[in-house]
T-cell receptor, first 117, second 114 residues
C-alpha cells in the first residue's frame, strides 16, 4: 500500500532563512509522482511543485525546490528565503501511475510552518 | 485559470439531516474528488469520479454517497448527518490523473453537525 509520512507536525523558521520540510514515501509502483501543496489559513490548497519518479533532476519552482532521493524514498521540500506569507500547512502527496487509481493522491498529515519576523 | 467552486464555505446542520455539498469545475476535467480534512489526519479520500455517472469509493466512503450527472458537477451527499462528520470537505478536479497532472482544489466547506 502507498503511504506518505511527514514527521514534523510543526516547524519555525526565521524570515529570510531557508527551511526543509521532510517527506518520506512508500510504494511498490515502479512509476509514481510526488506533489507538494500549501494550505494557508484561508483553507484553499495551492499546488507548489511536482517530481516524477523518473525525473533525472530535482524539481524547482521559484523559491521552492524538491530534494528527491529515490533510494531513500524521500522527497523533501526546500523553501529558500522564507517570507511571512509562507506561514501555512504544507502537504506532501503521492500518486501511483499504475492500476485503476485514476490519479488519486495519497496525502501526508502535513507540517505547519510558522515564519518568524 | 482553473476554477473549482463549492456551494458553501460554512454550513451548520443538525444530526439526521440530509446534507448536499456541491462542487463545480469549469475546465472540462475528467476526474473529480471529494476529500475530508481533519486536524492531524491530513486529507482522506471519500469518493472520486472519472466520468459522468461513474464513481469509485475512496478510503472512507461510509456514511457518504456521491452523484455526478454532469461532467462539471460532483455532489457529496450525507444521507443522515452525524456529529462525527463535522469536518472540512474539499473538492478537487484533475484532467486525466496521469503524468504531471495536478489536482485543483476548491476553497473547502467547513461543515458543523450539531
Amino acid at each position: 500500500a502507498q503511504k506518505i509520512t511527514q514527521t514534523q507536525p510543526g516547524m519555525f523558521v526565521q524570515e529570510k532563512e531557508a527551511v526543509t520540510l521532510d517527506c518520506t514515501y512508500d510504494t511498490s509502483d515502479p512509476s509514481y509522482g510526488l506533489f507538494w501543496y500549501k494550505q494557508p489559513s484561508s483553507g484553499e490548497m495551492i499546488f507548489l511543485i511536482y517530481q516524477g519518479s523518473y525525473d533525472q533532476q530535482n524539481a524547482t519552482e521559484g523559491r521552492y525546490s524538491l530534494n528527491f532521493q529515490k533510494a531513500r524514498k524521500s522527497a523533501n521540500l526546500v523553501i529558500s528565503a522564507s517570507q511571512l506569507g509562507d506561514s501555512a500547512m504544507y502537504f506532501c502527496a503521492m500518486r501511483g501511475n499504475y492500476g485503476g487509481s485514476q490519479g488519486n493522491l495519497i496525502f501526508g498529515k502535513g507540517t505547519k510552518l510558522s515564519v518568524k519576523p | 485559470d482553473v476554477k473549482v467552486t463549492q456551494s458553501s464555505r460554512y454550513l451548520v446542520k443538525r444530526t439526521g439531516e440530509k446534507v448536499f455539498l456541491e462542487c463545480v469545475q469549469d475546465m472540462d476535467h475528467e476526474n473529480m474528488f471529494w476529500y475530508r480534512q481533519d486536524p492531524g489526519l491530513g486529507l482522506r479520500l471519500i469518493y472520486f469520479s472519472y466520468d459522468v455517472k461513474m464513481k469509485e469509493k475512496g478510503d472512507i466512503p461510509e456514511g457518504y454517497s456521491v452523484s455526478r450527472e454532469k461532467k462539471e458537477r460532483f455532489s457529496l451527499i450525507l444521507e443522515s448527518a452525524s456529529t462525527n462528520q463535522t469536518s472540512m470537505y474539499l473538492c478537487a478536479s484533475s484532467p486525466t490523473g496521469t503524468g504531471t497532472d495536478t489536482q485543483y482544489f476548491g476553497p473547502g466547506t467547513r461543515l458543523t453537525v450539531l
